[in-house]
């Protein structure tokens, strides 16, 4: 079992940047892979990053290539997403989440994860 803690959310200006922090409890934590989603009113779930185990592939969709970065600290136990130049349609909820132990490759889609954190609130005021 995993439990997953998401930080740092908030409300920042057009063009600022945020730093999420997502606290990982339970087995394995070092094996698996990991990624951010998040979703606004009315839309549907959307991945913004995701990290293979050992932290040396990511991906990003093009709407936040360049801005968003993922990384993880496998000693603490935390991934992190920090945001740069974050505009308005970036105002969400989102979410941590880990694919089951041993996943060496980055994943993409919300059902191929198996944990998500309870989500922290991003809104960015134009």
């Known amino acids: 079992q995993v439990q997953l803690v998401e930080s740092g959310g908030g409300l920042v200006q057009a063009g600022g940047s945020l730093r999420l922090s997502c606290a990982a409890s339970?087995?394995?934590?070092?094996?698996?892979?990991m990624g951010w989603f998040r979703q606004a009113p009315g839309k549907e779930r959307e991945i913004v990053a995701a990290?293979?185990?050992?932290?040396?592939?990511?991906y990003y969709p093009d709407s936040v290539k360049g801005r968003f970065t993922i990384s993880r600290d496998n000693a603490k136990l935390t991934l992190y997403l920090q945001m740069n130049s974050l505009k308005p349609e970036d105002t969400a909820v989102y979410y941590c989440?880990?694919?089951?132990?041993?996943?060496?490759?980055?994943?993409?889609?919300?059902?191929?994860?198996?944990?998500w954190g309870q989500g922290t609130q991003v809104t960015v005021s134009s």
């Open positions: 989440a880990a694919r089951g132990p041993y996943s060496s490759r980055v994943y993409y889609i919300s059902e191929e994860y198996d944990y």
């Open positions: 339970g087995r394995a934590f070092s094996s698996r892979a």
């Open positions: 990290i293979n185990s050992i932290g040396d592939i990511t």
